[in-house]
């Protein structure tokens, strides 16, 4: 096919509507360098947002604006069809992809400004920067939009804009059943089905099917977050996201669930919560049978086989998912970003926040299934639920004693190693485990936090006050295989069940006798020694 298009050479008509002749007589081929490559003319195609004619393959760049003031677009034009040269600005290395872009580029440069306004003298190398400028004489005749901060100078442009805000979806895709509200939101939709992806990313391999998402994307390479909560100091690449982010701050859950009473802050959260409905598990591992409601859990699931891990680059230590390595970057900072407004208190992640909150307000949504215990943290109610499954996942490699929590698993170890690494500033004694410190503190201090609802007896440890409230209620949880006898400690019980397996292991060091407790060696001794004799002495 012919193209029909006209091309003047002779004379160009400038933005102002004046016509100017050409009036340089060096030749225009001259104004422009020969790039031996050659151009592919199948990878032309047309931006639809901005009209310009963009090529994936090679791109055009304009003459010298010393030399001619105007761009001379038919010279362009017969390229996109002869595909026979490539042009490059011969007095600057700056390159664009879009012929308006350079165009817009070179006048600052030349200082031309073509742009004129017709109210006053002024002038602008861009049109719009002239019509940001005309709204300056035509306040009173603009059209600003009612729900956000946009103008508009036609009232006509105002009434399309308005159909986005009014949820009115008027442009269907042809391809399957989604509507949206603007024309330009259809476009951008449309590549997810040609895959055609034309804003490319000049740092790296990356493509986008639309301008706004390349933008985004470019300040992961700048670093730039424009957008910073006012709450804390965190700060966002996207718009969006501090949107999303606010809402951890206001306590707002506007995606509610149609299938039970708990809401959610972002519309991605809802979906995920929906599988659990369904039952839908789409995303199925290749490596073993496990199934996953999200993508980004797939992906951490893989880790476990690859090993892959994200290293932090100020210690040794490395983490199955990024967001772990964020977290653990903060301690290195020693940024807190998440504040408790009832105490002070700062957290490093807002689920911790989130779970000290209900500290204070006694919420605990995780309810045990099979008792009546409640907790406040999802990873407390696991660990309970331990305790009814017998289920003991954390096995020691020296002995083949198990365990529930890894804490505990970790702190048996160091029965094996001899290793204390948590000393007390009191008296010196150093214990395997910083609880153990802890209950060890309040014996100094006469702290006894857990106090008898039953008497005035009061504990140090929460396990003790539990011990001591079946001597009010009789409950003894541990019997004996052997017989109908039952402990209210486990001790208790190992020592009753040496008196069915004949093991005394307690003999005594004047005669021949055994004995299967220490109760009963000590009465022995009595007999030798008289009654003075303690359980210390033996």
């Given amino acids: 096919m012919i193209c029909t298009k006209e091309s003047p050479l002779n004379k160009q008509i400038d933005v102002l509507g004046t016509e100017t002749n050409y009036t340089n007589k060096e030749p225009l081929e001259s104004q422009f360098v020969d790039i031996k490559e050659e151009p592919n003319v199948n990878n032309f195609d047309k931006n639809k947002e901005s009209g310009d004619i963009l090529s994936s393959s090679w791109r055009r760049y304009f003459v010298n604006p010393k030399q001619h003031s105007q761009f001379d677009k038919s010279f362009i034009h017969s390229g996109a069809h002869n595909g026979e040269t490539k042009y490059q600005y011969n007095h600057y290395d700056e390159t664009f992809s879009l012929n308006s872009d350079l165009m817009i580029h070179s006048r600052t440069h030349t200082g031309e400004n073509i742009y004129q306004c017709k109210q006053c003298d002024r002038a602008f190398s861009a049109n719009k920067r002239l019509i940001s400028h005309m709204r300056t004489h035509f306040r009173d005749k603009t059209y600003p939009c009612s729900h956000c901060d946009q103008v508009f100078l036609d009232n006509s442009d105002l009434k399309k804009h308005l159909k986005g805000h009014s949820g009115e979806k008027y442009f269907k895709c042809n391809q399957c059943d989604k509507t949206f509200s603007f024309n330009k939101s259809l476009i951008n939709h449309m590549r997810t089905h040609t895959g ?205 004693k198990a365990f529930s929590q890894n804490s505990e698993l970790k702190g048996h170890m160091r029965t094996h190693t001899g290793e204390k690494p948590y000393l007390c500033s009191q008296c010196g004694k150093a214990f395997t485990t910083s609880s153990k410190l802890k209950y060890h503190l309040r014996r100094h201090l006469g702290e006894k936090p857990y106090q008898c609802i039953h008497c005035e007896k009061a504990f140090t440890q929460n396990s003790d006050l539990k011990i001591h409230l079946r001597t009010h209620t009789g409950e003894k949880p541990y019997p004996c295989s052997q017989c109908d006898m039952s402990f209210s400690r486990t001790h208790h019980l190992k020592t009753h069940i040496s008196t069915h397996s004949a093991v005394k292991p307690h003999q005594c060091s004047m005669c021949d006798k055994n004995f299967s407790k220490k109760s009963g060696i000590l009465s022995h001794m009595k007999t030798h020694y008289g009654e003075n004799i303690s359980m210390q002495q033996l």
Avoid: W
């Fill in 196 to 400: 055609e992806k034309p804003f490319q990313c000049s740092e790296c391999e990356k493509a986008f099917t639309c301008k706004d998402n390349l933008t985004c994307h470019m300040r992961t390479h700048t670093l730039e977050k424009p957008h910073q909560c006012n709450f804390c100091v965190k700060k966002f690449t996207k718009s969006s996201n501090l949107k999303s982010h606010l809402r951890t701050h206001t306590g707002e859950k506007p995606y509610p669930c149609n299938q039970c009473d708990k809401a959610f802050s972002t519309n991605s959260q809802l979906k995920t919560h929906l599988k659990k409905h369904t039952g839908d598990r789409p995303y199925q591992c290749s490596l073993c049978d496990k199934t996953f409601m999200s993508n980004a859990h797939l992906k951490s699931h893989l880790r476990t086989h690859t090993g892959e891990k994200y290293p932090c680059n100020l210690c040794d230590k490395a983490f199955s998912k990024n967001s772990y390595l964020k977290d653990h970057l903060k301690t290195h900072s020693g940024e807190t970003p998440y504040l408790c407004r009832q105490c002070g208190k700062n957290f490093l992640q807002n689920d911790n926040l989130k779970k000290h909150l209900r500290t204070h307000t006694g919420e605990k949504p995780y309810q045990c299934d099979y008792c009546s215990k409640a907790f406040s943290d999802s990873g407390n109610l696991k660990i309970h639920l331990r305790i009814h499954t017998g289920e003991k996942p954390y096995k020691c490699s020296q002995c083949g």
